[in-house]
């Protein structure tokens, strides 16, 4: 059944949640789930309500806003999948499991492409019937490679970038050409082992414990809203390359979580953290 | 400053947020925090919010009453410490933790007795300027015992009674003689190793995560409403006992978690389950 | 380079390892890593060492037959990949994230084959270019579908058989035509949950935790020796689809990594348990 | 019973089992466990065997000596209680449960005394009738609170210096005076936050889970030898002020379990890592 996801960001009023409702309650919809947050220290709220039932988009909005503080955000959103685009570099693990997960139609997304600056993943992305484009960084400026690759992404229709170990660092042009639509599995803990090689560097430091790290894409490298985390166990034993193998489970599970999260809508920015309802 | 927590639990009907939200909105309260949970398949809706302002109970309830579907649950509580006994036997690791957490002015709770069938807490419980009392079963029946337990129980002031390892089974009679009141610690990750000596068990299965369960306690020996679940890993290396002194971090954390949800009014139960709101 | 394994299991008495080692020092070998255990309990005895030099297997395994009691089990394997067998239902999860990694380089085992008793993942395992074996299990007898599956499988190389979610319970026949060459993941965190369902059963009973666990398996449904287990973190909000599909992501690493085990030759049997070294 | 844990740190050579096992053998010890591990990077060789039955220490280290490179470390260590004094500061919890550990027999040391900055703590570690010497800070250069507080601790048995959250950067002069025995707990899954406040840095990043580390402490802050680490998950309702009551758990848990591997004699250290045999 269709399902609507009406999604509210604003500065807190006495009477928000009861205003909503009732504009909600007017339009005679049914409210199947609802989720709020206050930030206490900012005076922000957040409203995630799942809804069903019939209604004008554009006279839904109209109403809301009036009960509403000026610059609030209104977006409605619906469960129907969303596209994406992928972008790669030479490693499978990621990338394969997002493959598999939509093969067997449980990815609540169409990927729509995957864009590679290596041409190695071709293989692969062209048994699932998916169009894949490459598009070597070689001997062109950083910024070049990027317009290549922004015009690649273009020809596709996405709603989202997911960059499923895609190994090179963007330029805030590319950055701001997709804003908040860009979303990063980082192969660390993060804010632990920022930059190049975060197993060597936890390999180095005697970690015990290693993680990975999914983020949307900032200004910052490695600095953007953190979506979601997880770790693993490791010891002595382990060197670096054993790091990066065990890590490689949780990268792919952290990102496929990350994703899920942000198909369903689930995922609000605020200032530079994520409100997950 | 003072909180009330307002705790409505319902049958689903269509303007529900809004109707209740309409009530806080007219009484000129503050909604400071507010979750839902709609039970899809028994259409069974709970509510928590924090509010502050001034209110009087009475009204307050009845107004609620009169949008509210009939039998429903309303109950207001809030944000002072409430009133606890302790049963134990003779494990420190659970009594010793909420004892510390206690004195350290971190329990949402007082701790206004600890019962025992054993002797040997007495030393550490004194320290703590806190009564003990000790009812011993030895040449008791069951029933005579927990009659003795009840009595004193009722000396003190509690609005829950808390197993911190109380190695005794309960009759059906003690135990509705505090319907919903008793929280227990499992030392199992329930429902693996129902019984005596779970970490016997676990070790002759040959497991390899062991943990804890805290629990609601009904009728049914380890099967009340889950609260709380943590493990932790294990593997060749332990012995049973070994399996035990790791579990026991597993269950005094546990323990004080699920505590802490209760005291702060987050636990509804639902059937044989909870709501964490 | 080639790495040998030494594997050794005995009763424990004096001066084994000393026995042990030199033999291996007799026969100028280099000991890369080594790793023993002894059940303090049964007076067992096991020893993983992992070796490189020149050595002829069956003289080197003379001679640590004449320092070792009798009735010692002594293995020696290498690090080269070693074959399987695969075989599935309907489920992609575990499949893919095998044909995955063996199309990445990063598994340690040649897939030779799928066998599957519907005909839903032929597709999937032939983008793939490995064989698929369709047999299916309707109007046919347990034992003469199983006996078609014997069949098929000895048409392969393997040195293990994966289920990666097969969904038929075995007879004694067909396990014992494997002993303990047949891999399982079961869907829950064994022992709870035994049997069908186990997703309904969890939400049923209203856990925090879920989990899956990977296990050798024997003539007793979901009680053969465990491998590993992991867990997720569930709560009221999941339905038990929600459950399965939060699963899912468990399941699939835990094979992964039982399987990374055994392929490793870090598994020993030890009763219904396992020594992983 | 006795047992002795024989800690050996040397250069891998071949034939270096064969040729300890072989003094165990000769000297008629019998061997409980035994654990090696090798930093193929470095060739460095640690093993820890646990042994009972009669020796002169001194002549069985002289006879190993044989055996072994020059320059390599033989350590000899038994399995009674090892004395250890505390330093804290204000909280309670990392010291509280140890203090509990203590009173229960589960801590495989004695606390000979506890030394604060402030006089807080001195009303809960008297209950226990343990020594409590309280330096104040305050008009003192960090040296010559250092010095009082090194006298303080020499007063005392100790062999492990256990900061159970001494919130004082320690000099140079302080941590070279103890090397190697000095156990700390940092509030932050390091090397992440590193320096004051780790939970306000963490609340600040939006991270989605928090740690702590217990490490050796050396002379750069924060980045000795890290022993243990563990973690627990956080979501947009946690104030700072929430993850540090969250973190506490994790803390004290944390700071338990590196302790007992350190008395237990597991924790080699080995560069700026340590190796957990």
């Not at 009732?22 to 206050?38: C, D, G, P, R, T």
């Not at 920022?194 to 936890?202: H, L, R, W």
Request: net charge negative.
């Amino acid at each position: 059944m269709k399902e609507y996801r009406l999604l509210i960001e604003t500065s807190d009023t006495k009477g928000l949640v009861y205003n909503i409702s009732k504009i909600l309650f007017e339009h005679n919809l049914n409210i199947i789930s609802n989720a709020e947050f206050v930030d206490n220290e900012t005076d922000e709220f957040f409203m995630r309500t799942v809804i069903t039932g019939e209604f004008e988009e554009a006279i839904l909005k109209k109403d809301l806003e009036k009960v509403l503080p000026i610059n609030s955000k209104i977006k409605i959103s619906d469960n129907t999948k969303k596209d994406i685009v992928i972008l790669a570099t030479k490693e499978m693990h990621c990338l394969g499991d997002l493959l598999i997960k939509h093969e067997a139609g449980e990815l609540e997304a169409n990927i729509t492409a995957v864009i590679s600056n290596h041409e190695s993943l071709k293989g692969l992305v062209e048994k699932f019937e998916i169009p894949f484009e490459y598009i070597s960084h070689e001997n062109l400026p950083r910024e070049e490679h990027e317009q290549k690759v922004i015009q690649a992404i273009k020809k596709y229709s996405f709603e989202y970038i997911v960059l499923a170990k895609y190994m090179r660092i963007l330029t805030a042009g590319f950055v701001q050409t997709f804003p908040m639509q860009i979303l990063n599995i980082h192969h660390s803990f993060l804010p632990a082992f920022i930059g190049a090689n975060p197993y060597k560097q936890a390999h180095q430091r005697g970690v015990k414990i290693i993680g990975a790290t999914s983020h949307w894409v900032t200004n910052d490298l490695d600095e953007g809203p953190i979506i979601a985390q997880d770790i693993t166990r490791v010891d002595h034993n382990y060197s670096w390359e054993d790091m990066r193998d065990a890590g490689r489970n949780v990268e792919k599970v952290v990102l496929s979580n990350a994703l899920d999260l942000v198909l369903k809508d689930r995922v609000f920015v605020h200032g530079n953290k994520t409100v997950i309802l």
